[in-house]
């Protein structure tokens, strides 16, 4: 075999074990499991185990939901939460409600390192990427042409806040959702 071919072959191969191992995912699963136990934020966090064997562990962390009928503005403490690139900031309703008005409402956040605002998005919800699934739908922020806005927590120890808006502008009268901000198998 030529040497060329062996090291591309070994190359690939050290590739897909790392693949199946859940390395490039960020934190490694035990790192990540202690980093939870640190997390002194608001909200209920959870551990996301791996979905597959192609899959990565992951964080999840959701905030008390709240009335759609009427405007709402939250900030939440979320310093400690595990380090990662790729975070995304959810919007969940929690019943099923008039979609044409809720996609008529806005949805905003920021995230302040040390009072500084770092990240700042807003959409109307109707811009924003819908997932369909088993408990119903949910919402991120989503660029078109370059996909979905993830967020970078560069090491768990920063003083993180998110801060969360919400605007019925589609004059709905019921109905609940929730934010959270997750990362890694399946959010």
């Not at 939440?76 to 019943?95: A, C, E, M």
């Not at 700042?120 to 119903?136: C, D, L, P, T, V």
């Not at 993180?160 to 959010?187: D, E, P, Q």
């Amino acid at each position: 075999m030529n040497k060329r071919f062996e090291g591309l072959f070994l190359l690939a191969l050290l590739c897909l074990c790392g693949i199946l191992n859940g390395y490039g995912c960020g934190s490694g699963e035990i790192d990540m499991k202690k980093q939870i136990a640190n997390y002194k934020g608001d909200g209920a966090i959870k551990y996301l185990e791996k979905p597959n064997v192609l899959g990565c562990s992951g964080v999840l962390v959701d905030f008390p939901d709240f009335d759609l009928s009427t405007d709402f503005h939250a900030q939440y403490n979320i310093s400690g939460l595990p380090s990662g690139k790729d975070y995304l900031v959810y919007f969940i309703p929690s019943v099923p409600v008039n979609a044409d008005a809720l996609h008529n409402g806005i949805c905003s956040y920021s995230i302040k390192k040390e009072g500084q605002i770092i990240e700042e998005k807003s959409a109307q919800i109707a811009q924003m990427q819908r997932e369909i699934g088993a408990n119903g739908s949910k919402y991120y922020f989503y660029k078109r042409g370059s996909g979905p806005e993830y967020i970078d927590i560069e090491a768990q120890n920063e003083k993180l806040t998110l801060a969360v808006t919400y605007v019925n502008r589609g004059n709905l009268s019921n109905g609940r959702a929730f934010f959270r901000i997750a990362r890694g198998a399946f959010k």
